[in-house]
């Protein structure tokens, strides 16, 4: 929980909130929310988070709201937030969320997203309360939809970014392609979700226990056993680690398995704050726009400037050099001579002991070998049996299948969205918790694509101001 950390967000700075809120919102997931008061030019003034998502407030929304109304008077000041209007997105316009919201077609414009949100009909008194739409995109067999990512999408617009291809990576990763500011097509990855599954029980959950375990443990020799006998392993008690927060249909979804390393949470905007070695943070980063009050953490990534997203290069990776983006000419950041080989699927020199593209996470070169496995196109359920036969041959550690998992499941969102047409002309952008959008931009790396980090919340804020220009009458 991010709560109290936080709530340092206003200290020192109730007197300004209470002079210059203008709107609360919040992005209601299956699992957690987030709650933001902005001020008129969108300046995050106070950002709570709590585990109140969708799954624990159902039937009780009205009632789960006032308690979160009545924490942020509390943290802000009294009089800071009353009358103030109310803005969800997420899961709370899901069929099981407080009040179910229509889907809107891809064709809408982002930009008309203020006009189409929907009045709550039992609303809080002295506060106006509206949802945001989902999106849907295609028909029949090729339906795909969303339900929280367009109002980060809505906010990357309005930093910039009206065309080209963005990545929301998490329990359900989404790829959109934008043109002219609306949505041309839309595809989901149930990666995250897939990762803990592996990971909880079945074959491999005892080889990706390894992982997490010193090495000469006796969950690391249980690990080499479980894998010698091809038994079925429990995940080696994972589930103690925290459940893997993501997208979930749009807002925030947890799955109730074992967190996953980098995939399990979309960070930021649409997801938790359930950590898990680093990857599942929510999402902060460690940069403030100029004026940002101490501690309210929306703040936007690390070399990103205001107008720096479409096209731009000037945005970088945690990790990265200036000028040394991935595909840019100047090799992949982190590697030097000797880089993986493209589409070996092992490990070769010039990758630093378990480092891999400048990440100060420590990817370790599995993750790269898994990436490149996927990138000759094998049949995904036989190359994560793979993996098991890696390790009982002797041809990979244990310690190393689940970076390898992760690696194999994410490059094949990158195969799979060549595939359908993505050129990487262009960078790609990744709206994400830094961690775990360094881990996509790490991936990106390995197919030469280079990648613009932008910060969720950054994004969340900015698409709070548009609503609030859009409508400043009724919103």
């Known amino acids: 929980m991010v709560g109290a950390a936080t709530a340092g967000a206003g200290t020192g700075g109730a007197a300004q909130t209470k002079a210059a809120a203008r709107l609360i919102g919040i992005d209601w997931g299956s699992s957690s929310r987030r709650a933001y008061v ?21 039937g009780r929304y009205a009632a789960s709201l006032d308690g979160l109304l009545a924490r942020l008077e509390s943290e802000c000041g009294p009089a800071s937030v009353a009358g103030l209007p109310v803005v969800m997105s997420g899961m709370v316009g899901g069929a099981q969320g407080w009040q179910e919201v229509p889907y809107i077609d891809c064709g809408t414009p982002l930009a008309s997203l203020p006009a189409a949100l929907v009045t709550v009909l039992d609303g ?21 939809v969303m339900r929280g990512e367009e109002t980060q999408l809505l906010g990357a617009a309005e930093l910039g970014l009206r065309e080209g291809w963005a990545v929301l990576p998490g329990t359900h990763s989404k790829w959109v392609q934008l043109r002219d500011g609306a949505i041309n097509s839309l595809s989901t990855f149930m990666t995250g979700e897939l990762f803990a599954m592996l990971q909880a029980g079945g074959t491999l959950a ?33 589930g103690s680690d925290g459940a893997s927060e993501g997208e979930g249909g749009g807002g925030g979804h947890r799955s109730g398995l074992a967190a996953s390393a980098g995939l399990g949470s979309s960070g930021g905007h649409r997801t938790g704050g359930v950590a ?22 929306s703040g936007h990534s690390p070399g990103i400037g205001p107008g720096e997203l479409a096209g731009s290069r000037s945005g970088h990776s945690p990790g990265i050099g200036p000028g040394e983006l991935a595909g840019s000419g100047s090799g992949r950041p982190g590697m030097g001579p000797g880089q993986l080989a493209g589409g070996s699927g092992g490990y070769r020199a010039g ?30 359920t036989h190359a994560l ?4 036969a890696r390790v009982v041959t002797g041809a990979m550690p244990a310690a190393h299948a689940r970076d390898y998992v992760s690696g194999l499941l994410i490059g ?53 101001r548009r609503f609030l220009a859009a409508r400043p009458d009724s919103v």
């Open 38 to 58: 902005i001020d008129g030019g969108g300046r995050c003034l106070h950002r709570i988070e709590d585990e109140e998502g969708a799954l624990a407030a159902r």
């Open 124 to 144: 809080r008194p002295g506060h106006a309360c509206h949802i945001v739409p989902g999106y849907r995109c295609g028909a029949g067999a090729e339906v795909d």
């Open 206 to 238: 005892p080889l990706m226990a390894a992982a997490r375990a010193p090495a000469g443990s006796a969950a690391t020799a249980a690990a080499a056993r479980g894998a010698a006998s091809g038994g079925l392993g429990s995940g080696g008690g994972l």
């Open 276 to 297: 898990s070695e680093g990857v599942g943070s929510s999402g902060d980063s460690s940069g403030m726009a100029p004026g940002q009050p101490a501690g309210s953490r």
């Open 351 to 380: 990758i630093g002991s378990g480092e891999l593209a400048g990440s100060s996470g420590g990817y370790s070169d599995a993750l790269a070998a898994g990436a490149m496995h996927a990138r000759r196109h094998p049949p995904l």
């Open 385 to 388: 049996f793979s993996v098991r």
């Open 412 to 464: 094949s969102e990158f195969v799979a969205a060549q595939d359908a047409g993505f050129d990487g002309a262009e960078p790609l952008t990744l709206i994400g918790a830094p961690a775990l959008a360094a881990r996509y931009g790490a991936v990106a790396a390995l197919f030469d694509l280079s990648t613009i980090p932008v910060d969720p919340h950054r994004a969340y804020c900015a698409a709070l």
